[in-house]
């Protein structure tokens, strides 16, 4: 068997027919799962992915895809997809924002009253007008896709609040994230049994003293939304490489987790769009 020497995390928000930023539409969601699943691709769990970080031998063609916030797109677009091609997803949930209630219908269900379909921008303001459960998952429905297979859950905070904004001192910030950090264990241990060391960053925002206190929460694995960097054996579980995935057919994609991988290819594009931003960046 060929084995990986570096593993492509992918990262989605939503799988929706509402136009807006961060979605992939669902048909360009099935052309690129199907197509991983055609080219002989494997969907790792979070677990099997940290046995490879930890060298344990992963077949070359493996992928982890990963979903932030946990949209109820999820459910009603993302989920029978993947259930349709025995393919497995990541998602880290905003505890704090998951509802109460009975399952709604999805997609892979005929002739299905579907829940209206709401970009990113309405989502959000759903949120901030504190009506989340129009636009974000019940426990639920975390619940039937655990138990079908499609999706595992992960902390992505209990609130998703960038507290390094909050104007507050220092010391008031990192107590704040250590709290929101401990509610989201208690919520994913209470809801779901289990709460484990993946974590992901509210808006890819970390630094060092960050790292600290979601290591001193009983977090290992630190998912970023950093894209140019491989995801090799022996890499820092603390900084996870992710690529945004885009609305675009798969030919996009493998191309993408091509140049992501190759050993050769892989570091010199990395570099090269480093690179490229720095001078954006200076300009
Ligand atoms: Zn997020």
Redesign the pocket.
Known sequence: MKLAHCIPVLMY?HVSPADGSLTTSPANFESQISGLARCGYHSLTAAEFADFLEGKPTPAKSVLITF??GYLDNWVYAHPILQKYSMHAVL?V?TGLMGEGPVRPHSGQAEAVLPEARGHLECKALVSTGSPDAAMLRWTEVQAMQEVGTFEFHS?THT?NRWDLTGEAREVCLKNLAQDLADSRAALLENLGAVSAHF?????YFDTDYVVAAQTAGFKYLYTTAAHGQNLVGSSPAHIYRIAVRNRAYRWLLMRAWFATHPIVGPIYNKWKLWKRSLRDKA
């Open positions: 928000h932030d916030d880290f905003i992505h998703h992901c960053w509210p808006q890819g």
